[in-house]
């Protein structure tokens, strides 16, 4: 276990030693090339690129506990990349570092018909994983719209449309292999389907968004492909409707497998960016799976929900082809957000409250939308009381960026005050990291405490999750030199 010395001091970062040290072991599958680091120093969201002074392609998990220990000896930071598509800074490199992209180790290690489940390397992306299950009548459901990697969901908790009949990423999450700060090599959980032994370390590794170890492996709960599926689209004249339509229907005990809103202004950016021709006004996306019968009774009894509350007609979609050009809409609203505004960003953002308080929080952020300079489509996982919304903004204009500061920092102060949380699903990367305190109180020493034992020297995607200070005291990594980066 690396450790700082007494005073919490510890040897000085020495980045040219521990490039020197990396291309040694890796050669061409180190890269220093500025385009190679600008495109893993940002995600998707508005954060400016950080990027890392090196980025190395893995391909198998020894690779990346020979790099992480060679890190660790020279006092580079380490930072995990999957896809880029996270919405909260989590890949910015902050302090320069090495950026280790495990889109390389992409095998599906194995499937299990029998028992539900399979084994994935971390590149391995949610798409590709269905398309290798497509002939096994089994599939993995957790959906979170981009094609993300396997290892960035569960490093992220990630969830999606699905997540309110078959859960989020820490449901469906098995086991996992880590690479620790200093290089060695863990396994956690199993393939049993409960287990009473020891530290549930494999929940602890799932969320941590790379600060506590890199995932290099999951083994993952599947689902059984249903013998139906109908996807409906239904209208309302106003959102409170809608968001009634949704809690009536969650506290009915309905099992629907998706139930998304849409309010009318992402309606219509959705309209303009997919070519379709959906009324523009408050909708619910929804989606029901089970036998035949189950479904008709499914549809049958939201419907009638959804007509008590203003909503109407329902536009249904059952042949496979019809679903998924629904879907892909819906899964195209980020980017149909953005091009209400071209040129400008998505500073996108999420909550998650109890459905009981689900429509009070829609509808006192509709009130501060009406009120605000700045266009901002709101879309949600309903069903589950989380919801996001995507302010498009100018960067390069400051008013912008301080009235889209605003408008989240009201949002997640709201949802704190209803029992909620500061983030559903996006993770807490640098956006977030000022909320934490205020969620959490005396538990993010605890936090801290975790991170300090597993990386005392804060090497593993630093900035992230916690205040740098609250990591490891007495150390701490400058960026590097602006000539340098």
């Not at 598509?85 to 910015?92: F, K, N």
């Not at 709960?221 to 209208?235: K, W």
Request: proline content about 6%; hydrophobic content about 45%; charged content about 20%.
């Amino acid at each position: 276990m690396l450790e700082p010395g007494p005073t919490g001091a510890c040897a000085p970062l020495d980045r040219k030693a521990a490039l020197a040290a990396l291309a040694a072991r890796f050669g061409g599958r180190l890269s220093t090339a500025a385009a190679v680091r600008d495109q893993h120093g940002h995600d998707e969201s508005w954060h400016p690129s950080a990027p890392p002074d090196a980025v190395l392609f893995a391909r198998t998990t020894d690779e990346v506990s020979a790099a992480v220990a060679i890190c660790a000896a020279h006092r580079l930071p380490v930072i995990a990349f999957g896809t880029g598509t996270a919405l909260e800074g989590g890949v910015c490199a902050e302090t320069g570092g090495l950026s280790i992209d495990l889109s390389g180790l992409d095998r599906i290690v194995r499937v299990s018909t029998a028992d539900l489940d399979c084994t994935v390397e971390a590149g391995v992306t949610r798409s590709r994983l269905n398309s290798h299950l497509r002939d096994t009548g089994l599939f993995f459901p957790i959906d979170p719209g981009a094609d993300a990697s396997i290892g960035g969901m569960a490093a992220t908790r990630a969830s999606g449309t699905n997540a309110v009949r078959y859960g989020t990423m820490r449901d469906t999450v098995l086991g996992l292999t880590v690479v620790l700060a200093d290089g060695r090599v863990i396994r956690t959980g199993g393939r049993a389907r409960k287990s009473a032994a020891g530290y549930d370390l494999t929940r602890l590794f799932v969320g941590s968004e790379g600060t506590l170890g890199l995932i290099t492996e999951i083994t993952l709960r599947l689902a059984g492909v249903p013998e139906a599926i109908v996807a409906a689209v239904c209208p309302f004249a106003g959102i409170r409707g809608a968001v009634e339509t949704v809690i009536e229907t969650i506290q009915a005990g309905v099992p629907v497998a998706r139930i998304e809103l849409l309010d009318e202004v992402q309606i219509d950016a959705v309209n303009r960016y997919s070519r379709t021709d959906h009324r523009v006004a408050p909708t619910l996306f929804l989606e029901f799976h089970g036998s035949p019968a189950a479904v008709a009774e499914q549809a049958e009894a939201v419907a009638a929900v959804a007509e008590a509350h203003g909503g109407g007609p329902f536009a249904w979609a059952r042949a496979a082809e019809e679903r998924a050009r629904l879907w892909r809409a819906r899964h195209e609203a980020y980017w149909a957000a953005i091009a209400l505004r071209p040129g400008a960003k998505g500073w996108p953002t999420d909550v998650c409250v109890p459905i009981s308080r689900l429509a009070d929080c829609i509808l006192e952020t509709k009130a501060d939308l009406a009120a605000s300079s700045v266009i901002a489509p709101m879309v949600g996982h309903v069903g589950d009381g989380n919801f996001h919304l995507v302010i498009v903004i100018d960067p390069a204009r400051p008013d912008e960026l301080a009235e889209a500061q605003r408008l989240s920092d009201r949002l997640v102060r709201r949802a704190l005050a209803m029992g909620g949380t500061s983030s559903g699903e996006h993770g807490i990367g640098t956006g977030k990291v000022a909320y934490l305190e205020a969620e959490h109180g005396d538990a993010v020493a605890v936090m801290a405490s975790i991170k300090r034992a597993l990386d005392p020297l804060g090497l593993l995607n630093p900035g992230k999750v916690l205040r740098a200070g609250a990591i490891a005291p007495g150390v701490r990594v400058a960026p590097p030199p602006a000539a340098d980066r």
